[in-house]
């Protein structure tokens, strides 16, 4: 009797835990954290121009090498060399790598050839350590959660590179209102040199 | 399976030759084991209750799971290790670890034991359609229907591939395996048809039994690579199970099949040797094991040896036969240490052991 009672305890335990804990996931989801990306092999184009535009071009660049190479279906992000070009809205040419993994078993892309906005590498991206938020909404917005990210990484103890990434899970493509719009904020960062 | 995680090591440096010999193996090394348990089921429902059964399947499955599992967690702490792309650098990320571990059923510190998870469910769906499907339909048609669906739900029932524990910001449900079960259970049915058609015993003689050896491993050789999707992890161009990524739904059994005859055809020409048969007893034991060497050794060596090895296939292919040898050799000791005196850790519930007394009453 005291051997089954003892089970249901430790199962409720069990259950009690994992929904305090995925409780506790559904509050942060929208709030930044630190994290290191496993290193992938991925296929870089890189495109300059407005951003507005130069993502079409990526998207329809990825959709046709993927119907020749016959490549699964892979999420798309854009590159920045430094975040300060996405907040700074004045500027509207910018040369933003857009990348999609790609199996190891890709080693050359055949008779694709470069084009003349478009330049195509096969790359290796090694392990990093980002700050990384999911952005609901325009990327309109976008500038005011990079601020967010950068006081989470100064108060956590980290500093930014400068490096920065977005990952589109929901967008125009898919999506037609920008409010619901999910994009994957990264800003890579190493850890803060130790003061003496 | 051994020889599969020597070489995603090396292949994860960008190894080309690694690269096609991954995909070779995964095109029919996991079916294989659904194959080989089906094997050794029977069509017909035993006449064990549901408690009995389940208590089995806990201890015999379970148990193991829990245990090997827990085994790495402390080593996970202190020494690097692969951890398939869940990030433990942090106490959040490793108690992440800990809930996908024991609650999720997605063993991260131990990753080879998934199947151990899977096949306890696909126990539990064949222990469910005994008494009831399979006494209205063959097991070729269930074997079919269950293919279908478990094809279709790898690729649409995304929201429940346990691969999404490794996003920090996914919850932890009840995974448990159960997508990938489906399509397990598809071969778990194909190795009770075969069994039942008594195909092995056609293949007494060894001529027989090279043929399907050869017939086997050149199907696969010039298929495997054929299948180039649509994968459910675009990283990988290969079969992977345990992310239910099967690639082409025709040309996935094919290979599968194929490659698991070929082996049987090995195993027929091998089966006198008694350290085969030793580990073939152990397979489960083996299983857990691995994820010593897969988390904490495949890696450092591979990087060591890839200097040498990078795009050589020949010499690809001997340093994983070498790495796959000595790993195999190296849990001899612990099998047999296991086995003496602890078998009902292992998935022998019912044996009598010096230390542990066992778990469950044979006579009930």
Not at chain 1, 64 to 89: C, K, T, V
Not at chain 1, 128 to 149: C, F, K, R, W
Not at chain 1, 154 to 179: C, H, K, M, N, W
Not at chain 2, 120 to 146: D, G, M, N, Y
Request: net charge positive.
């Amino acid at each position: 009797m005291s051997g089954k009672i003892s089970q249901w305890t430790l199962l409720t335990i069990l259950l009690i835990a994992t929904l305090v804990y995925n409780l506790q996931i559904y509050e942060q989801r929208d709030e930044p954290i630190i994290r290191t990306l496993t290193a992938t092999k991925e296929l870089v184009a890189t495109i300059s121009g407005d951003p507005e535009y130069t993502i079409d071009t990526a998207l329809i660049t990825f959709h046709s090498i993927s119907r020749l190479l016959r490549l699964s279906p892979s999420i798309i992000s854009g590159r920045y060399a430094h975040f300060d070009q996405r907040q700074n809205d004045q500027i509207r040419k910018h040369t933003i790598e857009y990348a999609r993994s790609i199996p190891e078993t890709l080693t050359s892309l055949g008779a694709i050839k470069n084009t003349e906005t478009v330049t195509l590498k096969i790359k290796r991206r090694e392990p990093v350590i980002v700050s990384e938020l999911l952005h609901t909404g325009p990327y309109e917005n976008i500038p005011q959660a990079i601020e967010e990210m950068l006081q989470f990484i100064d108060a956590q103890g980290y500093q930014a590179t400068g490096a920065y990434e977005e990952v589109y899970l929901v967008f125009e493509r898919i999506e037609r209102d920008p409010e619901k719009f999910k994009t994957l904020l990264r800003l890579r960062v190493e850890p803060n040199q130790p003061r003496n | 399976m051994y020889y599969g995680h020597v070489i995603e090591s090396v292949m994860k440096l960008g190894s080309e030759p690694a690269a096609f010999h991954y995909k070779f193996i995964y095109s029919f090394h996991m079916p294989l084991f659904f194959i080989l348990s089906g094997y050794l089921a029977s069509r017909q429902p035993s006449n064990e209750s549901w408690t009995w059964f389940l208590k089995k399947q806990t201890y015999s499955r379970l148990l193991p799971y829990a245990l090997f599992s827990a085994l790495l967690i402390i080593p996970t702490c202190f020494i690097p290790s692969n951890t398939v792309g869940l990030d433990l650098s942090s106490s959040s990320g490793y108690l992440r670890g800990l809930f996908s571990t024991y609650i999720a059923g997605f063993p991260v510190f131990n990753v080879p034991t998934w199947f151990l998870i899977c096949i306890l469910v696909v126990e539990i769906f064949h222990f469910i359609c005994q008494r009831s499907v399979l006494r209205k339909i063959s097991p070729l048609t269930l074997c079919v229907l269950v293919y279908v669906v478990g094809s279709f739900s790898a690729w649409y029932a995304t929201w429940f591939n346990p691969l999404r524990l490794l996003s920090p910001r996914e919850f932890v449900l009840p995974y448990f395996m159960i997508l990938e079960a489906i399509t397990g259970y598809s071969f778990y049915l194909f190795g009770l048809i075969i069994k039942d058609a008594q195909f092995v015993s056609q293949f007494k003689s060894v001529q027989r039994q090279l043929l399907l050896a050869l017939i086997g491993f050149a199907i696969v050789y010039l298929t495997y690579d054929l299948n180039k999707g649509m994968f459910v992890l675009s990283g990988y161009d290969a079969v992977i199970m345990v992310g239910s990524s099967h690639g082409h739904p025709i040309l996935f059994p094919l290979t599968a099949i194929a490659g698991s005859l070929g082996l049987i055809g090995v195993g027929l020409l091998l089966c006198r040797s008694n350290v085969l048969k030793f580990l073939g007893a152990n397979t489960l034991v083996i299983f857990a094991l691995n994820g010593v060497f897969y988390h904490f050794t495949n890696d450092p060596l591979a990087r060591l040896a890839s200097p040498w090895i990078q795009n050589s296939d020949s010499l690809t292919f001997v340093y994983g036969l070498i790495v796959t040898a000595m790993s195999l050799l190296l849990t001899i000791p612990a099998l047999i240490l296991l086995t003496k005196y602890a078998p009902q850790l292992i998935g022998k519930p019912l044996k009598q052991g010096p230390i542990i007394s066992r778990l469950m009453d044979p006579s009930r």
